[in-house]
């Protein structure tokens, strides 16, 4: 008895983890797919051919709007998408909605960006400069997987995917040109653990990129809550 509950349960999971992929695999998702190989592939080829001397820390803003690309559609429109397609009134009949569905489909995401973004790192320590693949690479998901519920949560409350598309690039710009200023702070989500300032010693900077992974891993968490709360407003989705 005890077995065929487990079975059942894992054929549920199996048809939940399937049907979300079709989901986040469907309607525009593939062209930023494509636009992040592309950028990516691009933006390689030409830091090879302009740089004699290949340093990791040039690549890491590669990888990292790459990664962007990757979790910026499925998060953005992902609400706006169920709602278009009728779903949503579906899955809000569903029991514990917020995390038999939704949770399901972030965690899905961001497994399958960080899978991508395997690849790349991969790929980029083969053929350009050798680096420890695993910790580029997590390190460099940290501000993609907090950039995403960000976007994530911010579309439970616009409820638009073209709305929550501009705030989170007018966000992303803000950020992109305080980069140089707050270059030393804590507070930069596009902070390069990779590349200390000149006059930062290297405990400084250690201590600065722990406090900003922390900042970036709070800040991922309250959002995710966040998100989830607002799903439970059904009267605003319907």
């Given at each position: 008895?005890?077995?065929?509950?487990?079975?059942?349960?894992?054929?549920?999971?199996?048809?939940?983890?399937?049907?979300?992929?079709?989901?986040?695999?469907?309607?525009?998702?593939?062209?930023?797919?494509?636009?992040s190989v592309l950028f990516y592939l691009g933006l390689s080829?030409?830091?090879?051919?302009?740089?004699?001397?290949?340093?990791?820390?040039?690549?890491y803003g590669v990888f990292l709007f790459s990664g962007i690309?990757?979790?910026?559609?499925?998060?953005?429109?992902?609400?706006?998408?169920?709602?278009?397609?009728?779903?949503?009134?579906?899955?809000?009949?569903?029991?514990?909605?917020?995390?038999?569905?939704?949770?399901?489909?972030?965690?899905?995401?961001?497994?399958?960006?960080?899978?991508?973004?395997?690849?790349?790192?991969?790929?980029?320590?083969?053929?350009?400069?050798?680096?420890?693949?695993?910790?580029?690479?997590?390190?460099?998901?940290m501000p993609v997987i907090f950039l995403g519920m960000l976007?994530?949560?911010?579309?439970?409350?616009?409820?638009?995917?073209?709305?929550?598309?501009?705030?989170?690039?007018?966000?992303?710009?803000?950020?992109?040109?305080?980069?140089?200023?707050?270059?030393?702070?804590?507070?930069?989500?596009?902070?390069?653990?990779?590349?200390?300032?000149?006059?930062?010693?290297?405990?400084?900077?250690?201590?600065?990129?722990?406090?900003?992974?922390?900042?970036?891993?709070?800040?991922?968490?309250?959002?995710?809550?966040?998100?989830?709360?607002?799903?439970?407003?059904?009267?605003?989705?319907?």
């Amino acid at each position: 008895m005890k077995t065929n509950t487990l079975y059942n349960y894992f054929i549920l999971v199996q048809k939940m983890i399937l049907y979300n992929l079709r989901i986040i695999f469907a309607n525009k998702f593939i062209w930023f797919l494509a636009g992040s190989v592309l950028f990516y592939l691009g933006l390689s080829v030409i830091y090879v051919f302009s740089n004699p001397v290949s340093r990791m820390e040039d690549l890491y803003g590669v990888f990292l709007f790459s990664g962007i690309l990757l979790v910026f559609y499925p998060s953005v429109f992902g609400i706006q998408n169920d709602q278009d397609a009728r779903t949503i009134e579906i899955l809000f009949g569903i029991p514990n909605y917020r995390y038999k569905v939704w949770l399901v489909r972030i965690i899905l995401i961001f497994t399958i960006a960080f899978l991508i973004m395997l690849v790349f790192t991969f790929l980029a320590s083969f053929m350009i400069v050798k680096f420890a693949v695993a910790q580029v690479t997590l390190q460099v998901m940290m501000p993609v997987i907090f950039l995403g519920m960000l976007a994530f949560m911010l579309s439970t409350v616009i409820r638009n995917g073209n709305g929550t598309a501009v705030v989170m690039i007018i966000f992303g710009l803000f950020f992109l040109i305080l980069s140089e200023p707050l270059r030393r702070s804590q507070w930069n989500i596009f902070l390069n653990p990779f590349n200390p300032p000149y006059d930062v010693n290297e405990v400084t900077w250690t201590v600065i990129t722990l406090k900003n992974r922390i900042i970036l891993i709070t800040g991922t968490i309250i959002c995710l809550l966040a998100a989830l709360y607002n799903l439970q407003k059904r009267e605003k989705f319907m």
